[in-house]
């Protein structure tokens, strides 16, 4: 943990190894400090729990120490910074819109504070999983922009995902509010309490974690917090974790401290090398009648255009049909939601599959390789109808790849209040 102002309120879940009648009663009994109204901002009683209970047995890897901060962390009201307020982008990009303008919070579950911190403790709890081995966070890794470095991750029983995890950063910006590579969740709610049913991922069954969430010590009060009352619930569990997942949003990259600098996103940025600002300008506006790379990477906040597109990864789409696998239309097939660039020199392998190693790839391929697929956006082919080149010479390249790396955002990556409460 990289910085710790805060006091915490350490929790010791007891092993089941110590359970008689007398430490179980103890155990579930709520521990003083998290009992008190801790919500309230001026509460600065809250001393470390006194209670010193050793742990004698371990036979279950997730017995670790809860520690959240006396304090709730801010969720609920992250400034936002004037460039996602505002589109400056000049007419000639009409794509382009004010980040919030592509918010999908819902209106009946605003982040809050209290659910976003009781989010955070479900996102992190391996007890979601079957056998207490898998969280969320254990494919979706802070330090990885809530990616995994391996090209499909592992589920609980050891088994592969079938597709690449996709990072977290800027969920809350996906215009279509749609969620996975073949966007089969209609919602962030509807997305989140997949993967804990999912016979690979977390093969969790929601009625037993229901039990398994009311029989911890630790949930009753945060469940109390965030809604009113300690009864735990398949709705409030997914509500807490779409809040915590969205309030993973980054607003403090290079990119950003140099925006705040200058009036337009095309503007050179004065905290950009050379190298940097010719990467950004290749990126908004690549030349030669070439597509930019904006129009499907929109806003400031990077976000794949809505809908979905295909940017011709394949010629023939033959055991991953994307989009078409959740709509059944032919005119899908091949189409993936393109995730947000924020951060995301710092989750290779990319796409959908992971099929590229790193951004010179990634590069590459749109260099030389964009195939032509039925689906192929249209953008992405020549007035012949051929699929375009953008053919990017090395310096280029190396500008474009120097450029998506100032999209990553440090401060967020090592942010406490994203990171695992368990220790
Ligand atoms: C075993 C690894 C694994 C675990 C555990 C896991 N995920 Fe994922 N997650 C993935 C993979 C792989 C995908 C992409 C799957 C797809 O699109 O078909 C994904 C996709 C997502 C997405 C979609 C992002 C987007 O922009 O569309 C969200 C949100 C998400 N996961 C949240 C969670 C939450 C919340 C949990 C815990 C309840 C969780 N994940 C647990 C691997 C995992
Ligand atoms: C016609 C739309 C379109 C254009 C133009 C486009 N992209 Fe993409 N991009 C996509 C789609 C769709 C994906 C996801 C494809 C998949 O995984 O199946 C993607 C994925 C990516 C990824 C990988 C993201 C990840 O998390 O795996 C990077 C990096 C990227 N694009 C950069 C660029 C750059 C740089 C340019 C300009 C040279 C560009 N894109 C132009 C549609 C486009």
């Not at 190894?17 to 801790?38: K, N, R, W, Y």
């Not at 990885?144 to 996709?166: K, M, N, V």
Request: glycine share 6%; aromatic share 10%; charged share 25%.
């Amino acid at each position: 943990m990289v910085f710790n102002p805060l006091k915490q309120i350490r929790l010791k879940p007891l092993t089941l190894g110590l359970i008689s009648s007398m430490v179980l009663s103890a155990c579930i009994e709520i521990p003083q400090e998290m009992s008190e109204d801790t919500a309230s901002a001026n509460d600065s009683e809250n001393q470390e729990n006194s209670d010193t209970t050793e742990q004698t047995d371990t036979i279950s890897s997730s017995d670790r120490d809860l520690a959240l901060p006396n304090l709730s962390f801010n969720y609920a009201n992250i400034t936002l910074p004037e460039h996602f307020l505002v589109n400056n982008y000049p007419d000639s990009m009409p794509f382009q819109k004010a980040v919030v303008e592509y918010d999908n919070t819902p209106a009946s579950n605003p982040i809050t504070d209290a659910g976003a911190t009781l989010g955070r403790v479900l996102f992190y709890d391996t007890k979601l999983s079957a056998n207490d081995t898998t969280s969320c966070g254990s494919c979706h890794i802070q330090t990885f922009a809530f990616s995994d470095p391996e090209r499909l991750s592992r589920g609980f029983d050891g088994g592969h995902t079938r597709r690449r995890s996709i990072g977290l950063t800027n969920g809350r910006f996906y215009e279509s509010g749609k969620f996975f590579w073949d966007e089969r969740a209609g919602s962030l709610e509807e997305q989140v309490l997949l993967p804990i049913q999912d016979a690979v991922e977390m093969g969790m069954d929601l009625t037993t974690l229901v039990g398994l969430l009311s029989a911890q010590d630790y949930y009753p009060d945060l469940f109390t917090r965030a809604f009113g009352d300690s009864q735990v619930t398949r709705e409030r569990i997914a509500l807490a974790l779409a809040q915590f997942v969205r309030s993973i949003i980054s607003t403090t990259s290079p990119y950003d401290l140099g925006r705040a600098q200058v009036e337009s996103p095309l503007d050179d940025f004065p905290n950009f090398s050379n190298q940097e600002n010719q990467g950004k300008r290749i990126f908004n506006t690549p030349g030669n009648d070439l597509p930019s790379c904006a129009g499907c990477h929109q806003s400031e906040a990077f976000v794949g255009a809505n809908p979905a597109t295909n940017n011709g990864l394949d010629r023939r789409s033959t055991d991953d049909f994307g989009i078409a696998e959740s709509t059944g239309l032919e005119t899908d097939e091949g189409k993936f939601k393109t995730p947000s660039l924020r951060n995301v020199a710092l989750r290779p392998p990319f796409m959908h599959d992971g099929r590229f190693r790193d951004l010179d790839d990634v590069i590459d391929f749109y260099s030389r390789d964009i195939e032509d697929h039925d689906n192929l956006n249209p953008f992405l082919r020549d007035n012949r109808g051929q699929p375009i080149r953008y053919r990017f010479n090395r310096d280029e390249q190396r500008a474009l790849e120097a450029f998506l790396h100032t999209l990553t955002d440090t401060q967020m990556i090592n942010d406490e209040k994203y990171s695992d409460p368990f220790e």
